[in-house]
C-alpha cells in the first residue's frame, strides 16, 4: 500500500473525493420546478462544502502532525486543497442561480455540468489509484480531465457568442455570462487537480 495502514492521508483524500462527486452529481441532477427550489440547491450545496471543509481541517491537522508523509505534504496539501477548489467554485455557481432567479438549466449550463460531473469521477478514480500507488494509471484520469476541461472552453465560448447575439436585456445578459464564467472556473480547478496529480507522477512513478 502507498499509504501507511494507520495513516488518515488515504482516507481523507478518499473522503474529500467522494464528496466533491456526490455534490456535482446532485447539481447536475437537481431538477427546478420553481423559485423556491433555488433555495435548496444552494443550502445543499452548501452543505457539501462545508463538509468539504471539514475534511481540508483534518488533512492539515495530520500534516501537522506527522513527521514523515508518504509522498511530499506539499502535494499532498495541494491535491486536498484543489479539491476543495472544485467545490467551493460549484458551490459559488448554485449561490448565482440563487441570487439571479434563473429557473432553469439552458443547454450550455447542462454541456457545463455534466463536463464537470465527469471531472469529478476523473477525480475520485484518480485518488482511488493513488491509495493503492497504480501511479501511471492516473495519467490516463489527468488526461481526461484535461479533455473536458477543454471542451469546456469551448461550450464557454459558444454560450458567451450565443448569449451576446439573443440577449437584449443587458442585466440578464451579465448575469448569464457570469454564470457560464463560473461553470468555466470550475472546469479550470478540475484542471488544477490534474496538473497536480500529474506531479505527485512525476516525483513517485
Known amino acids: ?5 494507520r495513516s488518515r492521508f488515504s482516507p481523507l483524500l ?9 455534490a ?22 452548501k452543505e ?30 495541494a491535491l486536498a486543497m484543489g479539491m476543495d477548489d472544485v467545490l467551493d467554485e460549484l458551490e459559488h455557481c448554485s449561490a448565482l442561480f440563487e441570487m439571479y432567479s434563473i429557473q432553469k438549466f439552458d443547454d450550455f449550463m447542462i454541456r457545463f455540468i455534466d463536463c464537470i460531473k ?11 489509484l493513488l491509495s493503492v500507488k497504480k501511479l501511471l494509471q492516473i495519467r490516463d484520469n489527468a488526461i481526461k480531465i484535461k479533455d473536458y476541461e477543454s471542451k469546456c472552453d469551448g461550450i464557454q465560448r459558444q454560450s458567451i457568442k450565443h448569449l451576446f447575439c439573443v ?3 443587458p442585466i440578464v445578459l451579465i448575469q448569464y455570462k457570469e454564470i457560464y464564467e ?10 488544477s487537480v490534474a496538473n497536480t496529480l500529474e ?3 512525476m516525483k513517485n512513478a
Open 14 to 22: 478518499i473522503d474529500i473525493s467522494s464528496n466533491l462527486k456526490q
Open 118 to 128: 465527469k471531472c469529478t469521477l476523473e477525480i475520485e478514480e484518480a485518488i482511488d
Open 199 to 201: 506531479t505527485i507522477i
Open 48 to 77: 457539501f462544502e462545508t463538509k468539504g471543509d471539514s475534511y481540508i481541517h483534518e488533512m492539515i491537522v495530520e500534516l501537522n502532525h506527522t513527521l514523515v508523509t508518504p509522498i511530499d505534504r506539499a502535494d499532498i496539501l
Open 24 to 45: 456535482a452529481h446532485f447539481f447536475s441532477h437537481f431538477e427546478i420546478k420553481n423559485i423556491n427550489d433555488l433555495k435548496i440547491l444552494a443550502e445543499t450545496m
Open 167 to 169: 440577449e437584449k436585456d
Open 182 to 191: 463560473s461553470f468555466e472556473n470550475v472546469a479550470d480547478c478540475c484542471q
Open 1 to 5: 500500500m502507498f499509504f501507511k495502514k
